[in-house]
């Protein structure tokens, strides 16, 4: 049971330039989430889902785009890198329950230069 | 808005105290707190949830409670050890729904042997 998975780890991206940060989880939850850490702050939620075929935005959800094509992955992708999305990004899972944890990825680090 | 604070200074405390770590929050009355782990580089892992209905709760050495006439919420780890050295996030139910959480900034906690 691997939990939630993110790749890659690191990433330096230049400004301008795309890519989908991947996320999978094998515990077969149904709500997904995509936060941003920057430092000394909170985590911001950018984007989630409660089940496949259904996304919706957070706090943060500008210059970012989602899908959520099966139960299991939840992909980020960045379409014009810009150095302000310069952050670590964390991908979390949850049952459907309001109560319950969420269960967080290791983090991709991404830097736009 | 919700805003949910918490102390930004990082705690020191000695081996074999009890941490107090606090969590404020205004404009909002949330179902259920929880409060998480975050160590360097890695992804927060849950430690305990507690609902509004509760005054308490505890796990093992770890304590929490929720007054919501205060609008706060204290986490106490009793006979600290230097293992629990890391940041603590306070995370609140978001009035958008949809169990998504609004997290705190953390505070960190250093316990020196």
């Known amino acids: 049971n691997a939990g939630v998975t993110q790749t890659p780890k690191f990433r330096i991206l230049k400004i301008g330039q795309s890519m989908t940060l991947q996320c999978t989880q094998d515990m077969n939850h149904n709500y997904m989430y995509w936060y941003r850490q920057d430092p000394g702050m909170g985590l911001k939620l950018i984007y989630y889902s409660v089940g496949a075929g259904i996304t919706d935005k957070g706090e943060v959800p500008n210059g970012y785009n989602v899908s959520r094509s099966t139960t299991e992955d939840f992909p980020l992708r960045l379409e014009l890198a810009a150095p302000s999305q310069t952050s670590v990004y964390f991908c979390a899972s949850s049952s459907s329950s309001s109560y319950n944890e969420q269960f967080f990825g290791p983090g991709t680090r991404l830097t736009v230069l | 808005s919700q805003k949910i604070e918490q102390n930004s200074e990082a705690l020191n405390i000695q081996e074999g105290k009890t941490a107090t770590l606090t969590c404020n929050y205004t404009?909002?009355?949330?179902?259920?707190l929880q409060w998480y782990r975050q160590d360097p580089g890695r992804g927060p892992v849950f430690l305990l949830l507690?609902?509004?209905?509760?005054k308490e709760k505890r796990k093992e050495r770890l304590k929490v409670t929720f007054d919501t006439t205060l609008k706060q919420s204290l986490f106490h780890i009793t006979a600290s050890q230097p293992a629990d050295s890391a940041t603590y996030l306070c995370?609140?139910?978001?009035?958008?729904?949809?169990?998504?959480?609004?997290f705190g900034k953390g505070t960190m906690l250093l316990v020196s042997p």
């Open positions: 995370a609140l139910e978001a009035n958008s729904g949809y169990s998504t959480l609004t």
């Open positions: 507690i609902r509004e209905n509760e």
């Open positions: 404009n909002y009355s949330p179902a259920y």
